[in-house]
């Protein structure tokens, strides 16, 4: 049973950065392709990043284009989301997603994803 633990939130002041990762326990090696959602107090969960099963074709959306960046160490089995520039907007729970379904396009809904971390808090200040 493949388990993801993602890590690496906290509090930040505005223009600050942070790195979340996600590791993999429950399996010794395996291919993924991964997502990271976000879910912001008194709203729907979100699509914030995605690479393909290939670890290409890496998405973003727009509010978040240019300021983070989506990646993955496939030896490791982990994924990253490195997040620059931070704003009060960004505030909110981010969960990693995985899925072990080979193809080419980023998975933007939440359903295609098979693996779910447990959520790490980021909180952004003014």
């Known amino acids: 049973q493949v388990r993801l633990v993602d890590s690496g939130g906290g509090l930040v002041q505005a223009g600050g950065s942070l790195r979340l990762s996600c590791t993999t326990s429950g399996c010794t090696s395996g291919t993924f392709a991964w997502g990271w959602f976000r879910r912001a107090p008194g709203k729907d969960r979100e699509f914030v990043a995605g690479?393909?099963?290939?670890?290409?074709?890496?998405l973003y959306r727009d509010a978040v284009k240019g300021r983070f960046t989506i990646s993955r160490d496939n030896a490791n089995s982990t994924a990253y989301l490195d997040m620059n520039s931070l704003k009060p907007d960004d505030t909110a729970v981010y969960y990693c997603a995985a899925t072990d379904v080979k193809g080419l396009r980023v998975n933007l809904h939440p359903t295609l994803y098979k693996y779910w971390g447990q959520g790490t808090q980021v909180t952004v200040s003014s």
């Open positions: 690479l393909n099963w290939f670890g290409g074709g890496a």
